[in-house]
C-alpha cells in the first residue's frame, strides 16, 4: 500500500508541479505569445512552427491553441493558418519527455533541484512584483515537477517484482490496442499526457513494461489529450468546435499512423543504435513520441487546406453572428479576450456609422430601427463580455488595455443612444452650417470606423478632437447669433431651440466620437500586438 501511495504521491507531484511551472511561464511570457504566432504566422509551415516554440515555451498546448482559436474568431489568421500552429503544438508538448529522461535519468539532477522548491517558495513570500511572483512559481514548478518524477521512479523500482509485461497486455496488435486504450483513460484521469509518458518512462527504465508496451500506451496518452479540447468546446463558438475536432481528428490520424509503424520502429531503432546513449529504451521511447508527432505534421502540412475545408464541411457556419466570437473559454487568456472583443468594437462601430448615415440622409424607420436593436443587442453582449475579462492577474500593459476598452466601451454606447434618438433630421436643413457640420461628423466616424481596424487611429483620433474642439470653442457665439435672430423675429422660436439642440447634440456627438477613438487607441494593442509605444495623444478634457 505504502508503495502504491508513493507511486500515487509522486504522479499528483508532478502535476502540481506542472501546472505552478506552466502558471509561471504563462505570467511571464505576458503578451509575447499572441506577438509570436500573429508574427510568424503567414502559412501553415510557419504556424507550425511558432507552434512548436510556443509550447515547448509554455510546457502548455492549451494556451497555444486558445490564442490560435482567439486569432482565427477575431478574424486576424484564417482557420487554415491556425491549424498550423494547432499541428505545432502537438510537437511542442513533447519536450516534457526529453526534460525527464534527459534530468530525471541521464543527468540525475533531481536531488539539486530540490533548493529550487524553497526558493521559489521565498520568493512567494517575498516577492513584490508580479515578475518575481511569476518566477516563484516557475522555480518552485520545475523542482516539484521533478521530486513528483523521484518519487514515481522510486515507487516504480519498488513495484519491480509486482509490475511485470507479463501483467500487461501481451505484444500483440491486439495487446497493444489494448494498452492504447489504457493510455487514453491514463489521460482521461489526469488531464495531462505528460505525467502518463513519464510514468510511462519510469516504468520502462526499471523494466516492468516493455517497450513496444510503453509505446502503445504513449499513442494512447496523445490521443487521449484531445479529450481536453473537446470538453472545453462544448457551448463554446463555432471556431472553438472546429478547433477541437481538429484536434481529435489530427491526432486520431498519426495516433493511427504511430500504432502501425511501432514494432517497425522498434526494429529499426534497437537495430541502428545497439549501444551508447541512443540505444537506452527511454530516449529510444521520447523519440518515438517526438518523431510520429513531427512526421504527422510534415504529412498532414501540404493538405492543411484540404484539411481545413474537410473540418469547415463537417461543422458548417450556420450563421454570421459577432457574439460567437465572444467564448467564454478564451476568457483564461486576458490578453486574448481583449482582443476580440476589441475587433467586435470595431465592427460595431462601422454597423454604427453606416447606420447613422442612413439616419442622416432619410432612411427607411424599419430599416434603422432593425439596425440599432441589432447594435444594442451585441452592445450588451460585448459588456458583459468585456466586464468578464479577469485582468487583475495580468501585466500593466493588459490591466491599461482593459480599462481602456471598458472606456471605449461607455464612449461607444452613449454615441449610439445619442445617434438613435437623434431629432427630427430635416432641422440641419434649415441651417447649411449645421448641415455641414453634421456631413463633417460623419466623415469623421467613417474615417474612426476604418481606423478602429487599422494601425491609422492615432492619425483620425487627432483629427476628429480637433473637429470636437472647434465645435466646442463655436458654442457660445453660435447660440448668441442664434438668440438675437429669434429675439429680432429674424427667426421662429420654436426653430431656433430646435436649432440649438441639433448643435449641442452634434458637439455632444463628436465628444463621444473622440473619446471612443482615443480610448480604442489607448488598447490598440490588442489589435495590432506589435504596437511597442503607447499612444503620443494625451486627454485634455479633465472629465474623460
Same mark, same amino acid.
Given at each position: 500500500?505504502?508503495?502504491?501511495?508513493?507511486?500515487?504521491?509522486?504522479?499528483?507531484?508532478?502535476?502540481?508541479?506542472?501546472?505552478?511551472?506552466?502558471?509561471?511561464?504563462?505570467?511571464?511570457?505576458?503578451?509575447?505569445?499572441?506577438?509570436?504566432?500573429?508574427?510568424?504566422?503567414?502559412?501553415?509551415?510557419?504556424?507550425?512552427?511558432?507552434?512548436?516554440?510556443?509550447?515547448?515555451?509554455?510546457?502548455?498546448?492549451?494556451?497555444?491553441?486558445?490564442?490560435?482559436?482567439?486569432?482565427?474568431?477575431?478574424?486576424?489568421? /484564417? &482557420?487554415?493558418? +491556425?491549424?498550423?500552429?494547432?499541428? %505545432?503544438?502537438? =510537437? $511542442? @508538448? !513533447?519536450? *516534457?519527455?526529453?526534460?525527464?529522461?534527459?534530468?530525471?535519468?541521464?543527468?540525475?539532477?533531481?536531488?539539486?533541484?530540490?533548493?529550487?522548491?524553497?526558493?521559489?517558495?521565498?520568493?512567494?513570500?517575498?516577492?513584490?512584483?508580479?515578475?518575481?511572483?511569476?518566477?516563484?512559481?516557475?522555480?518552485?514548478?520545475?523542482?516539484?515537477?521533478?521530486?513528483?518524477?523521484?518519487?514515481?521512479?522510486?515507487?516504480?523500482?519498488?513495484?519491480?517484482?509486482?509490475?511485470?509485461?507479463?501483467?500487461?497486455?501481451?505484444?500483440?496488435?491486439?495487446?497493444?490496442?489494448?494498452?492504447?486504450?489504457?493510455?487514453?483513460?491514463?489521460?482521461?484521469?489526469?488531464?495531462?499526457?505528460?505525467?502518463?509518458?513519464?510514468?510511462?518512462?519510469?516504468?520502462?527504465?526499471?523494466?516492468?513494461? /516493455? &517497450?513496444?508496451? +510503453?509505446?502503445?500506451?504513449?499513442? %494512447?496518452?496523445? =490521443? $487521449? @489529450? !484531445?479529450? *481536453?479540447?473537446?470538453?472545453?468546446?462544448?457551448?463554446?463558438?463555432?471556431?472553438?468546435?472546429?478547433?477541437?475536432?481538429?484536434?481529435?481528428?489530427?491526432?486520431?490520424?498519426?495516433?493511427?499512423?504511430?500504432?502501425?509503424?511501432?514494432?517497425?520502429?522498434?526494429?529499426?531503432?534497437?537495430?541502428?543504435?545497439?549501444?551508447?546513449?541512443?540505444?537506452?529504451?527511454?530516449?529510444?521511447?521520447?523519440?518515438?513520441?517526438?518523431?510520429?508527432?513531427?512526421?504527422?505534421?510534415?504529412?498532414?502540412?501540404?493538405?492543411?487546406?484540404?484539411?481545413?475545408?474537410?473540418?469547415?464541411?463537417?461543422?458548417?457556419?450556420?450563421?454570421?453572428?459577432?457574439?460567437?466570437?465572444?467564448?467564454?473559454?478564451?476568457?483564461?487568456?486576458?490578453?486574448?479576450?481583449?482582443?476580440?472583443?476589441?475587433?467586435?468594437? +470595431?465592427?460595431?462601430?462601422?454597423?454604427?456609422?453606416?447606420?447613422?448615415?442612413?439616419?442622416?440622409?432619410?432612411?427607411?424607420?424599419?430599416?434603422?430601427?432593425?439596425?440599432?436593436?441589432?447594435?444594442?443587442?451585441?452592445?450588451?453582449?460585448?459588456?458583459?463580455?468585456?466586464?468578464?475579462?479577469?485582468?487583475?492577474?495580468?501585466?500593466?500593459?493588459?490591466?491599461?488595455?482593459?480599462?481602456?476598452?471598458?472606456?471605449?466601451?461607455?464612449?461607444?454606447?452613449?454615441?449610439?443612444?445619442?445617434?438613435?434618438?437623434?431629432?427630427?433630421?430635416?432641422?440641419?436643413?434649415?441651417?447649411?452650417?449645421?448641415?455641414?457640420?453634421?456631413?463633417?461628423?460623419?466623415?469623421?466616424?467613417?474615417?474612426?470606423?476604418?481606423?478602429?481596424?487599422?494601425?491609422?487611429?492615432?492619425?483620425?483620433?487627432?483629427?476628429?478632437?480637433?473637429?470636437?474642439?472647434?465645435?466646442?470653442?463655436?458654442?457660445?457665439?453660435?447660440?448668441?447669433?442664434?438668440?438675437?435672430?429669434?429675439?429680432?423675429?429674424?427667426?421662429?422660436?420654436?426653430?431656433?431651440?430646435?436649432?440649438?439642440?441639433?448643435?449641442?447634440?452634434?458637439?455632444?456627438?463628436?465628444?463621444?466620437?473622440?473619446?471612443?477613438?482615443?480610448?480604442?487607441?489607448?488598447?490598440?494593442?490588442?489589435?495590432?500586438?506589435?504596437?511597442?509605444?503607447?499612444?503620443?495623444?494625451?486627454?485634455?478634457?479633465?472629465?474623460?
Amino acid at each position: 500500500m505504502e508503495k502504491f501511495l508513493l507511486v500515487a504521491a509522486g504522479i499528483g507531484l508532478f502535476l502540481l508541479g506542472m501546472s505552478l511551472m506552466t502558471e509561471g511561464l504563462r505570467a511571464v511570457s505576458g503578451t509575447w505569445l499572441p506577438k509570436l504566432l500573429a508574427r510568424f504566422t503567414r502559412s501553415p509551415v510557419s504556424g507550425a512552427i511558432s507552434g512548436a516554440l510556443s509550447t515547448a515555451a509554455l510546457q502548455s498546448s492549451s494556451a497555444t491553441i486558445l490564442v490560435a482559436i482567439g486569432f482565427v474568431s477575431a478574424g486576424l489568421l /484564417s &482557420f487554415g493558418h +491556425a491549424l498550423g500552429i494547432l499541428f %505545432g503544438a502537438n =510537437i $511542442g @508538448t !513533447t519536450i *516534457t519527455g526529453w526534460l525527464v529522461v534527459l534530468i530525471g535519468f541521464k543527468l540525475k539532477l533531481a536531488d539539486l533541484l530540490m533548493p529550487l522548491i524553497p526558493l521559489g517558495a521565498l520568493l512567494q513570500i517575498f516577492g513584490k512584483t508580479k515578475r518575481l511572483l511569476a518566477l516563484a512559481k516557475i522555480l518552485a514548478g520545475f523542482g516539484i515537477l521533478f521530486l513528483g518524477f523521484s518519487m514515481i521512479q522510486q515507487g516504480m523500482t519498488d513495484f519491480r517484482e509486482i509490475l511485470t509485461p507479463a501483467i500487461f497486455p501481451s505484444d500483440t496488435l491486439s495487446g497493444r490496442f489494448l494498452l492504447l486504450l489504457l493510455g487514453i483513460a491514463m489521460t482521461l484521469v489526469t488531464q495531462s499526457s505528460s505525467v502518463g509518458v513519464a510514468t510511462a518512462l519510469a516504468a520502462l527504465a526499471v523494466d516492468s513494461i /516493455s &517497450f513496444a508496451q +510503453a509505446a502503445a500506451l504513449v499513442v %494512447g496518452m496523445d =490521443i $487521449g @489529450t !484531445t479529450a *481536453t479540447a473537446l470538453f472545453g468546446a462544448i457551448g463554446s463558438n463555432l471556431q472553438a468546435r472546429r478547433t477541437a475536432i481538429s484536434h481529435v481528428i489530427y491526432n486520431l490520424m498519426t495516433g493511427t499512423f504511430a500504432f502501425l509503424l511501432l514494432k517497425t520502429y522498434e526494429n529499426v531503432w534497437f537495430g541502428a543504435f545497439k549501444t551508447g546513449f541512443w540505444s537506452a529504451p527511454e530516449i529510444a521511447l521520447v523519440a518515438f513520441h517526438t518523431l510520429f508527432n513531427l512526421l504527422g505534421v510534415l504529412l498532414v502540412l501540404p493538405w492543411t487546406h484540404q484539411f481545413a475545408r474537410l473540418i469547415e464541411y463537417i461543422l458548417p457556419e450556420r450563421k454570421d453572428q459577432r457574439t460567437a466570437r465572444l467564448d467564454p473559454s478564451l476568457l483564461k487568456n486576458p490578453d486574448t479576450a481583449l482582443l476580440v472583443s476589441a475587433t467586435t468594437l +470595431a465592427e460595431l462601430a462601422v454597423q454604427l456609422m453606416t447606420t447613422f448615415k442612413q439616419v442622416a440622409t432619410g432612411g427607411t424607420a424599419v430599416y434603422t430601427l432593425q439596425a440599432f436593436n441589432d447594435i444594442q443587442q451585441t452592445l450588451s453582449s460585448l459588456r458583459q463580455y468585456a466586464g468578464s475579462i479577469k485582468t487583475d492577474h495580468a501585466t500593466e500593459k493588459t490591466q491599461r488595455a482593459h480599462l481602456a476598452l471598458m472606456h471605449a466601451l461607455e464612449h461607444f454606447s452613449r454615441l449610439a443612444n445619442r445617434i438613435e434618438h437623434m431629432d427630427d433630421i430635416t432641422v440641419f436643413d434649415k441651417r447649411p452650417t449645421l448641415r455641414q457640420a453634421l456631413e463633417e461628423t460623419i466623415e469623421h466616424f467613417a474615417q474612426v470606423a476604418a481606423a478602429m481596424q487599422s494601425p491609422d487611429i492615432v492619425t483620425s483620433t487627432e483629427a476628429v478632437q480637433t473637429f470636437w474642439q472647434t465645435l466646442n470653442r463655436q458654442t457660445e457665439t453660435y447660440r448668441n447669433t442664434v438668440l438675437a435672430e429669434m429675439s429680432n423675429g429674424a427667426l421662429r422660436v420654436e426653430t431656433g431651440y430646435e436649432i440649438l439642440h441639433a448643435q449641442r447634440w452634434l458637439r455632444r456627438v463628436s465628444y463621444h466620437l473622440w473619446r471612443l477613438a482615443y480610448h480604442f487607441q489607448v488598447a490598440e494593442k490588442v489589435v495590432d500586438p506589435f504596437l511597442k509605444k503607447p499612444p503620443a495623444l494625451k486627454p485634455t478634457d479633465p472629465t474623460a
